[in-house]
């Protein structure tokens, strides 16, 4: 069956970086695009990035475009978060989810991560 | 505030039928499909609704989508008590090539 697990979450200060790590098994890794969405504690859910199947194609909420980077490696089945120039307002559970597959602008998340939790904070 | 509308709160009893709205504009929901999702307290999402009124294999017939030009509903038939939980319509939005949540429904079964 299809498992997520992210990893790499943790308390970090304002302006410094993390990345998170998401180990997937369970199906074809490389035939399905990936997204990071976020919830920060007691608050609705924030899609955060998303990226394709193949790493060529890469969106971005407002929120956190030209500080976050989505990457991928399909040999490893690992998606990736980069995140830089990190914000209290960054503070969240942060998921990994596996698309299910209908294409560009179709997007839905299929399977979810248990979450990565990040704590922005002086 | 969220890109999609939805009301914050929606109530009903054992066996009722409650709908739960969400409210778009023409680059979103008026141009693109609607997904649902419902969350228990400390645990991930879960797809309920995906292409505004299909449904994952699993999920009960209980729950159905409808979209109408820039709007969208989710309906739950039989309501049942297991059934309390937070629900979110989701969208891509073409204005911000981007995907958009709604601000999710809590829903009490009374």
């Known amino acids: 069956q299809v498992q997520l697990v992210e990893s790499g979450g943790g308390v970090v200060q304002p302006g410094r970086s993390l990345r998170l790590s998401c180990a997937a098994s369970?199906?074809?890794?490389?035939?399905?695009?990936m997204h990071w969405v976020r919830q920060a504690p007691g608050k609705g859910l924030e899609w955060v990035s998303v990226?394709?199947?193949?790493?060529?194609?890469?969106y971005y909420g407002d929120s956190v475009k030209g500080r976050f980077t989505i990457s991928r490696d399909n040999s490893k089945n690992t998606l990736y978060l980069q995140m830089n120039n990190l914000r209290t307002e960054d503070t969240a559970m942060f998921y990994c989810?596996?698309?299910?597959?209908?294409?560009?602008?179709?997007?839905?998340?299929?399977?979810w991560g248990q979450g990565a939790l990040v704590t922005v904070s002086s | 505030q969220s890109v999609l509308t939805q009301t914050p709160s929606a109530s009903g009893t054992p066996g009722q039928r409650v709908t739960i709205s969400c409210s778009g504009s023409?680059?979103?929901?008026?141009?693109?499909?609607v997904n649902w999702y419902q969350q228990f307290p400390g645990t991930a999402p879960k797809l309920l609704i995906y292409?505004?009124?299909q449904r994952p294999s699993g999920v009960p017939d209980r729950f159905s989508g409808s979209k109408s030009g820039t709007s969208a509903s989710l309906a739950i038939s039989g309501l049942q008590s297991e059934d309390e939980a937070d629900y979110y319509c989701?969208?891509?939005?073409?204005?911000?090539?981007?995907?958009?949540f709604g601000g999710g429904t809590k829903l009490t079964v009374l």
């Open positions: 369970g199906f074809a890794f490389s035939s399905y695009a």
């Open positions: 292409s505004d009124n």
């Open positions: 989810a596996k698309d299910l597959g209908l294409g560009y602008r179709d997007y839905s998340f299929q399977n």
């Open positions: 990226i394709s199947y193949d790493g060529s194609n890469k």
């Open positions: 023409r680059s979103n929901i008026g141009s693109n499909t």
């Open positions: 989701a969208a891509w939005d073409d204005s911000l090539n981007g995907l958009v």
